[in-house]
């Protein structure tokens, strides 16, 4: 009798003991083990499943001692142990999504090119080659999709203008620096089904006659790099990439490549001068990069979750993936939780889901205990939220009209210890270590934004100095040439409108007169 056994070989469960449990569990001969990637249930890994009639029954978090306990009560035929939870595409947190980017994250082998097609894998591909480079664009900006990057342009828009631009050299490239504060989606997807970003790239390469791809990866990702750099050479040996692909005459390749590790290189612009072995630097737009890309051809720059929602919308039609979502925002979206929450992981759903339901719902509440006080959504640009506003569906129109933005879908929860003066000062303080440095407005106004906000903190000239910010804020809005600090204004007036309080505490219970002096002396 040989059983199925799945251990995620994602790396948030292998940091916390997967590869020994894996290797604990294959001693058996009874064991086929197969590694996964993870369900997004972070607080639960290690997650460990065991294919048995029933379904395929889930323990966790499994320790590496519970193995042996495991083995003698007879996991293996899904008994019952203090771990036990069930079948786990019944669990309530998971059979509640609308999985459809990640419809097969968890669930295959992410190295399976067999697994891949017995999940629908390559329908989409088929389906874009059997129609001409128009139609497949379409169905594209007929779904509604915007760019999951951040910024939100819709998809369709974006691949026309490659389309259009006369070349005969074209590029695709995936940005998956994935910076932002509390995000996981992108190498998330990648570790657990690579083919799905393949099969997105080379649909988009098609449709816009580009011959060479690259996916740029964050150097914080080995693993994903790793998993990526093999399927990329299976889909190779089974036609999916290189010449004549799936015999269409089509040409297409891809090629990993690594990032050093600067949030800004996650900026387009940025990550087309890194991609060509520069520092990574702003590009003023325009021309824009879909005209005046990698190497100044003509470019598609999208996210990991842009391109990995393609297949499933070639696959199953724009209008299945339009009936998702609300207003303009349409489809699901990948949420991220982290931060103080009891549940962290991801939770993929339509958009129109209250900022509530994802942080007391999914997430159930603080992992502290505490109450939640603070939600900082769309990473370390994005605006902190006061519980207040948990009624606010996750939407782009309606985020932006709240002076927030969704951005990457990455929620960071807060409980009530948190001074929101020190995250504004955080906020400011972030941009000036990452900012590229080519203009004024961000270069010396994040540095000038963190010296008001210690005087304001210390109680020196409050009124005057928080008009002096609001000043400064307005500046690097309209002034910056990128959105690093055109947008780091945001949370820093989020903190100011929403949390006033901590900003006039007496100097003796916040930062003291003293340390903001030497703070400033230090120059910091
Ligand atoms: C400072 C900064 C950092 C960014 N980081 C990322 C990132 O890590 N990943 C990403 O996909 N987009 C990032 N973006 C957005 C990209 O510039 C770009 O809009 C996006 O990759 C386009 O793809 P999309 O249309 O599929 O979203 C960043 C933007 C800024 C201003
Ligand atoms: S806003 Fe900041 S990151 Fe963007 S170009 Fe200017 S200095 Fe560079």
Known sequence: MTVTVYVPRDSAAKSVGADEIAAAIAEDPRVRL????????????????????????????????????LFAVGFLDGADHRLRLGPVDQLEWLASQTRVTFARVGVVDPLSTEDYVAHGGMAGLHKALSMTQEEVIAEVTESGLRGRGGAG??????????????????????????????????????EGDPFT????????????????????????????????????????ARGWLGDDIL?????????????????????????????????????????????????GKPTIVNNVLSLGSVPMILADGAKAFAAYGVGRSRGTQVFQLAGNIARGGIVETAFGVTLGDLVNHYGGGSRSGRPVRAVQVGGPLGAYLPVSQFDLPMDYEAFAAAGAMVGHGGVVVFD?????????????????????????????????????????????????????????CDLMTDGSLCAMGGLT????????????????????????????TQSLEAGR
């Open 416 to 472: 009530d210890t948190v001074d929101m003066a020190k995250q504004a000062r955080f906020a400011m303080e972030f941009c000036a270590v990452e900012s590229c440095g080519k203009c004024t407005p961000c270069r010396i106004g994040s540095v000038r934004g963190v010296e008001v906000i210690d005087k304001i903190i210390a109680g020196r000239n409050r009124s005057e100095n928080l008009v002096l910010l609001d000043d400064l």
């Open 34 to 69: 197969i590694r996964n990637g993870s369900r997004g249930m972070l607080w639960l890994e290690p997650l460990v499943e065991v294919v048995t009639p029933e379904g395929r029954i889930g323990y966790g978090p499994v320790a590496p001692e519970d193995v042996e306990g």
């Open 197 to 236: 970003l393949i099969e997105g790239m080379t649909i988009a390469a098609y449709a816009v006659g580009a011959t060479e791809g690259y996916i740029y990866v964050r150097s914080e990702y080995p693993d994903a790099v790793s998993v990526l750099r093999q399927a990329i050479e299976l889909a190779y």
């Open 153 to 190: 342009f819709p998809t369709g828009i974006k691949w026309k203008t490659v389309l259009d631009a006369q070349s005969p050299l074209k590029f695709v490239c995936c940005n998956a620096d994935e910076g932002d504060s509390g995000t996981f989606a992108d190498r998330m997807l990648m």
């Open 489 to 516: 204004p945001m949370p820093v007036r989020s903190a100011v409108k929403h949390f006033p309080e901590d900003f006039n505490k007496l100097p003796t219970e916040g930062f003291s007169i003293l340390e903001a």
């Open 247 to 295: 015999g269409s005459g089509l040409t297409f390749d891809l090629a990993v490549r690594v990032g050093a590790g600067a949030y800004i290189c996650g900026e387009e612009t940025s990550m087309l001068e890194s991609l060509e072995g520069k520092r990574g630097v702003i590009r003023a737009k325009p021309p824009i990069p879909a005209l005046h890309g990698l190497f």
